[in-house]
């Protein structure tokens, strides 16, 4: 449960305290005030990115350098404090408890969060690489390994990139092999987990629609997880990757098909249907994260407006699973003992 947050020169504050002593808290003001920023800093604490997949640069204050959030949570019955300081030029410091944290995964076994957004219809109706950031996220919450994977072969993309742009031509083997190699080991489990997940995430949303015939399926752009493969296919695209300047195949460019009724939705679903599938999406990240032990906060940005009275009582029923939950309104009626006001 999160207890306390601290922002510096984050979005739009320049420095917010807040205090929450319920397990229902309802963000209030008016538009534009910065109540979506709230969720987004708190998001933040979990897997230090923005859910909006904005640079820092944006995230950090206008004429700041630097952001940071101060977070004091109670897992457990025992207070932990987190501590984020992000620069613009990409260094962070981030402590746990006064100990400083090398690896992101540190964060994720001490705070999880799941948003519901607007943005989460850009699942389906969006880019590839909206898409594989959803599942990305989903799977190193649920599996540290694969973001340790990531982590390797993103490196290994980017030394080769870097390779070829500088045009190095001699000696191809000794100086591409070594990043090679790193990329088919770690390139073959990312795949392997893509498509494990991407069958999890269709049965889960499967369940919450009622038997509807929707399905995900994992789209690589390597059509094979074997090793040797994957070299052979990096080998064999570097004169072309020469030309162009960067790595033409591998599991950055995968994507998932989101099918409803055998149709794909991002080409043939109604903004509605995008609109119910999206929550549906997200409804399933909740549902496994609940299912991998812990039970995580909610955060809910202006996603329910919408929703008809059996959708609805599907979410509300969701939420009641969750840790703490974060609403964002303009104006809110009917409140209840059990929550928490902010004005903001």
């Known amino acids: 449960m999160l ?13 917010k305290r807040l205090d929450f002593f319920s397990d229902k808290v309802l963000l209030c003001g008016a538009n534009g005030i ?45 207070d932990r404090k987190i501590q984020i300081d992000q620069h613009k030029n990409g260094d962070r410091i981030c402590m746990i ?14 705070f999880r969060s799941v948003i519901f957004a607007p943005e989460d219809r850009l699942v389906i109706s969006g880019t590839a690489g909206i898409r594989r950031r959803f599942f990305d996220i989903l799977i190193s919450l649920e599996n540290s390994a694969y973001l340790h994977d990531l982590q390797q072969y993103k490196h290994a993309l980017a030394q080769r990139n870097t390779m070829l742009k500088k045009g190095m031509k001699k000696g191809l083997d000794p100086f591409f092999l070594p990043f090679e190699e790193l990329m088919a080991f770690h390139g073959a489990r990312i795949m392997e987990q893509r498509a494990l997940y991407a069958d999890i995430v269709s049965s889960e949303v499967q369940k919450l629609a009622a038997g509807n015939n929707f399905k995900i ?24 990757d020469f030309l162009r300047g960067f790595t033409s195949c591998g599991v950055q460019l995968d994507d998932f098909e989101i099918t409803l009724n055998d149709l794909p939705m991002r080409s043939y679903a109604s903004s509605g249907q995008i609109r119910i599938y999206s929550l549906y999406l997200k409804m399933a990240e909740f549902n496994l994260s609940c299912a991998g032990g812990g039970k995580p906060v909610a955060l809910v940005d202006d996603v329910t407006g919408e929703l008809d009275n059996i959708n609805k009582e599907k979410f509300f029923e969701m939420l009641s699973n969750a840790e703490q939950t974060f609403f964002t309104f303009t104006a809110v009626q009917n409140i209840s003992a059990s929550q928490q006001v902010v004005e903001l």
Request: proline share 2%.
């Open 97 to 110: 408890d006064g100990v400083a944290e090398k690896k992101a995964s540190a964060l994720l076994h001490n």
């Open 217 to 240: 399926r994992f789209n690589p752009d390597w059509k094979n997880t074997d090793i040797d493969y994957i070299k052979h296919s990096l080998k064999n695209n570097r004169e072309r």
């Open 3 to 15: 207890k306390k947050l601290y922002l510096h020169h984050f979005r739009n504050y320049g420095e």
């Open 34 to 78: 910065g109540k979506t920023n709230i969720l987004e800093a708190i998001h933040y604490l979990g897997i230090m990115r923005s859910f909006k997949n904005a640079p820092v640069r944006e995230v950090v204050q206008n004429q700041q350098d630097s952001f940071t959030l101060l977070a004091l949570l109670e897992n457990d019955g025992r």
